[in-house]
Nanobody
Framework: RVQVMESGGGSVQAGGSLRLSCESE??????????MAWFRQAPGKGREGIAT????????YYADSWKSRFTMSQDNSKNTVYLQMSGLQPEDTAVYYC?????????????????????WGPGTQVTVSS
């Protein structure tokens, strides 16, 4: 297992911004490459995919609608990915999770379900008030 840890959550007013960070203990260096992902889970709802990044350099969003307010970026030297969130609304209130696993680029960029990932962080709470 690879240890994954999120940080950067908190409480903001509607319209505000937050930047989440996720560091993996080590790059899952296999011939398939490393895939890191952001998910979120609101109270009473299932886990929702936001974006993935594959070590081949491909970022994929689970829906185009994420791109207008959320941006996933990475620092390969630190095995770290980020999620910059802007224009936050109360409906963005959720626990945000980071996941990492060794996945081929075709799977990583194919919007994989949470079941593809074995390594998860504990999550970081984001609360947006109106």
């Amino acid at each position: 297992r690879v240890q994954v840890m999120e940080s950067g959550g908190g409480s903001v007013q509607a319209g505000g911004s937050l930047r989440l960070s996720c560091e993996s203990e080590t790059s899952v260096s296999t011939h398939r490459g490393n895939c890191m992902a952001w998910f979120r889970q609101a109270p009473g709802k299932g886990r929702e995919g936001i974006a993935t990044f594959h070590s081949d350099g491909i970022t994929t969003y689970y829906a185009d609608s994420w791109k207008s307010r959320f941006t996933m970026s990475q620092d390969n030297s630190k095995n770290t990915v980020y999620l910059q969130m802007s224009g936050l609304q109360p409906e963005d209130t959720a626990v945000y999770y980071c996941a990492a696993d060794s996945l081929p680029v075709g799977v990583c960029s194919g919007r994989p379900s949470p079941t593809y990932f074995l390594n998860w962080g504990p999550g970081t709470q984001v609360t947006v008030s109106s």
